[in-house]
C-alpha cells in the first residue's frame, strides 16, 4: 500500500506566499509618471487600488503618483486636471527650472527661523493648505484630516466652501484656538453668500479668502470632463464687477483676501480699494489655459506696482512640490504660499499622510535656506534669486 507524502504547513505556507507574489505580479502596473522630475522612485512593489507605504515616499511628486496608484481614474483626473490644453498647470511646474536661487556662504545659519504670520496670525511655516473642493473622493475623512494635520503643524488651512464637510465640522476638527481662514466664492444667490459668511465668522474663521478668478465660469476641465460630461451651472455671479467687490466688504467684518488675481493691474486695484492682501493665483492652471504663473505676476507687480509689496501682504500659489519653490516665490515678495493638489493627493493616507508632506515640505524649506546662508524666512529677498532667465522671456 502507498503511503501519500504529507503535504505540511510550511509547504503550504510557502504555495501561498508564491500564489501571492504571482498576482501582486499580475496587478501591479507600471504609473505613468506625466514627466515629473526623476528622484529613482519604484512602484514595481505597489498594487493598483492600494496604499503605498508612506516610507516610499520622500517628496510631494512621490504623493501625487501614489494618489494616481490608488484614487479611481475619474477621481484622480478630477483633482489633477488643468484646463484646456493644460500650458498654464505645465508652466506652473516648469516656472522653477528657470529661476536659480543664491547660496551665500560666511554667514551664522546655526538657527534657522521658518516662523512668519499672516494677517498677524502665528504660523510655523510660510506655506499653507489652500482651498480645494471636495477632499471627501481621497479620503472618508475629508477636510477633516486636513484642518487637523494643519493645526497638529502650525500651519493655516484654508478650507474651500465647496468642501465635502460642513464650515461648522471643519472648524469643530482644527485645535482649540488654530486660526483658520475661509474660502468663499462669489454664489449669484446673495442669501447663501451672507447666511455662508455668517456660519464662517460664527465658526471663528478669521478672513475670507474670497475668490475672483472662475466669476459665473469653470475652466473647461477637458480631463476631467471625458468621466463627467459637462459640469453643472456654477451658481457664480458673472455680472460681479468692481463695485460689487468694494461693496462686498459691507457683507462681513472679517478681512477679505481676494483669490486668483492673475495681472498686476487688479493687484493694483485691490491695493486701491484697500484690502489688506491679495493672493495670486490661476488656480493650479484650471481656469485660464495660458494664463501666467504666479512667478510671472510676481514680477509684474514689482515692476509697475512696487509699492503693492510694501502696502499690503501678498500670498502667491500654483505647481508649488518643494521647498525651492516655497523661497523662490518669499524671494519675488510673497508672504506666504499656497499648496492645492498635494495635501489632497496626500490625504490618500487620511492626516498621517497630509501631516508627511507638511513635514517633508518643512525640512526642504528649512535645508534650503540654510544652504542660501539665510537664517530666517523674513529675510529672504530678491537678492537671493536670480530671474534673469524668466523675465528675457516675459516682459510685458
Ligand atoms: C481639486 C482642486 C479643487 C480646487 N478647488 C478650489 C476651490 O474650491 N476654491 C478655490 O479658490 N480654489 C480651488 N482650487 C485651486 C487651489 O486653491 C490652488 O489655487 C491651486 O490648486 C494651486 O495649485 P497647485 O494645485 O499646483 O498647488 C482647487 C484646486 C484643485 C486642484
Redesign the pocket.
Known sequence: MSTRPSFGLSNFLLLVSWITFITQLCVAVEIDMEGLPDTGLNTSTWVTGQLPPLSDIWDLNDIQIAAKNVLSPRYYA??RTGALDEITYQA?LNIWSQLRLNGYSFRNVSNINTRTTILGYNFTMPFFI?????AGHTNKSAELSLASAAGKAGILYVP???STKSIEQIAAAGLPNQTMFH?E?IWSNQTRVIDELQRMEKAGFKAI?L?VDNTGVNGIRTRSLRYTGDEDDTGHDASFDLNSLANFRNLTSLPIVP??IKTWQDAKTCLDLGFPAIYV?N????VLDTAPTSVEVLLDIKKYAPEVFEQMEVYA????RRGTDVIKLLALGARAV?????P?FANIWGEEGVTHMIQLLSTELQTSIQLMGANDVSKINSTYINTKLVESMWAQ
Open positions: 478630477s483633482y506652473n489652500a482651498p480645494a473642493a471636495e474651500s466652501i465647496s474660502q466664492y479668502v475668490t483669490k486668483g493665483s488656480h493650479g492652471g484650471r500659489d500654483g505647481g508649488v499656497g499648496l492645492g493638489r498635494s489632497m
